[in-house]
Structure formats: structure tokens, C-alpha cells
């Protein structure tokens, strides 16, 4: 996903866009050269900014990943070890952790709910028609 933003992505596709936009702008004569340079100078600082801040970002989100995975290990062995001061410490660093990530679990969780109610009309002969229990029993099993 980081490659899609960056390099080839999305940020290069931006760039062209608006080379291309201001190189039009300057060729029909509604900014100088030097305006145009300007633009196109600043344009790059903005957009190796944000690069940045994206790469920060995802690196951070990997991090924190990283070390909450290890804390739940941590958790687990404390658990087994049934010392409750371990597994309190690490319990704190978990939620640390959860602070840091993007908040996946929702959109996990209504793609799962379309998964289901999408197989469900689709093997109920494309039947649009579900019963209260049917749209129920959908969120549930996501």
C-alpha cells in the first residue's frame, strides 16, 4: 500500500498531473517562466512532505504492530505463568500500542458482514428479500 501512495502511485500521478497543468497554464501565456518554476519548486516540497509523512506513518503504523504482537506474546506467557502483574504490564502496552494503530477492526468487520450478506443473496437466486433474522444473523457471523 506504501508503494501505491509513493513511488509509481499516487503521489507520482499527482505530480504529472499538475507538471502537466502548469506547463498548459505557462504555454497559454497566463504565467511567466519564473512563475512557473516557482510553482512547479513548490509543488515539489509539498508533495516530498507528504511523501515523508506517509512514509513516517506507515513505518510508525508497522511499529506498533510489531511490538504489540510482542506484548501479546509477552501477555500469553504471563497468562500460562498465571502472574497477573505481567500480565498487567503487558496488557498496558498493549493499549498503548492500539492507540497507535489505524482502527482496522471496523472495516474488517463490515467487509466481513457484505461477504456474508452478499453469499447469502447470491445463493438465495439473487433474492434481495432478507428477513430481520437473515440481517441479523449476517452481522453476526462477521
Known amino acids: 500500500m506504501q508503494n501505491a501512495i509513493k513511488s509509481g502511485g499516487l503521489i507520482d ?23 512557473a518554476k516557482n510553482i512547479k519548486q513548490g509543488k515539489n516540497i509539498i508533495l516530498n512532505n ?3 509523512n506517509i512514509s513516517n506513518t506507515f513505518s510508525n503504523q508497522y511499529k506498533a ?4 504482537n510482542k506484548y501479546i506474546l509477552n501477555w500469553r506467557n504471563y497468562f500460562e505463568n498465571k502472574d497477573f502483574s505481567g500480565m498487567e504490564k503487558e496488557y498496558n502496552k498493549i493499549e ?14 463490515n467487509a466481513r458482514t457484505i461477504e456474508v450478506l452478499h453469499n447469502l443473496i447470491k445463493n438465495n437466486g ?7 433474522e437473515q440481517l441479523e444473523l449476517a452481522e453476526k457471523l462477521a
Do not use: Y
Open 96 to 109: 498503548k500500542q492500539l492507540k497507535n494503530i489505524a482502527p482496522i477492526e471496523s472495516t474488517i468487520k
Open 13 to 35: 500521478g499527482i505530480s504529472s498531473l499538475l507538471d502537466l497543468t502548469i506547463e498548459n497554464v505557462r504555454k497559454a501565456g497566463l504565467v511567466n517562466n519564473n512563475v
Open 126 to 132: 439473487q433474492d434481495f428479500n432478507l428477513t430481520k
Open 65 to 68: 504492530i510489531e511490538n504489540t
Open 50 to 52: 507528504l511523501e515523508s
